[in-house]
Nanobody
Framework: QVQLVESGGGLVQAGGSLRLSCTAS????????MGWYRQAPGKQRDLVAT???????NYADSVKGRFTISRDNAKNTLNLQMNSLKPEDTAVYYC????????????WGQGTQVTVSS
C-alpha cells in the first residue's frame, strides 16, 4: 500500500504563489513517476504536471512557465511550485503516483484546495 499526503494549499490573490508538497509512505518502491492532477468544480480531473524518477518533467500547456514540479527520491517528497497564479488555477490538487508494474496512476492523495482570487 502507498499513502500520499498533500499539504500547502490555500487562498492566494491572482499573481501570487503557492507551494504544494506531497509526502509518500508505505510501499515506496512500487512508485515510478509522480505528478499532480487538479479538478475544478464541475470539471473533469486534469493533468497538471508529472515527473519521472530520473527527473524528466511534463507540464500541461496551461501551466508551462508558471509551475515547477520537483521530487526528492531520498525523502519521498514531491513538490509543485506555482507562480503567477490565475483564478482559473482554482481547483482541488491531487498528488498521484504511478505504479511500476501497470504504468497506471493508481495512487492518489486526498487532495488539497487551491483558491485564487481575482
Amino acid at each position: 500500500q502507498v499513502q500520499l499526503v498533500e499539504s500547502g494549499g490555500g487562498l492566494v490573490q491572482a499573481g501570487g504563489s503557492l507551494r504544494l508538497s506531497c509526502t509518500a509512505s508505505g510501499s515506496i518502491g512500487s512508485i515510478n513517476a509522480m505528478g499532480w492532477y487538479r479538478q475544478a468544480p464541475g470539471k473533469q480531473r486534469d493533468l497538471v504536471a508529472t515527473i519521472t524518477r530520473g527527473a524528466r518533467t511534463n507540464y500541461a500547456d496551461s501551466v508551462k512557465g508558471r509551475f515547477t514540479i520537483s521530487r526528492d527520491n531520498a525523502k519521498n517528497t514531491l513538490n509543485l511550485q506555482m507562480n503567477s497564479l490565475k483564478p482559473e488555477d482554482t481547483a482541488v490538487y491531487y498528488c498521484v503516483g504511478q505504479e511500476f508494474i501497470s504504468g497506471r496512476y493508481l495512487y492518489w492523495g486526498q487532495g488539497t484546495q487551491v483558491t485564487v482570487s481575482s
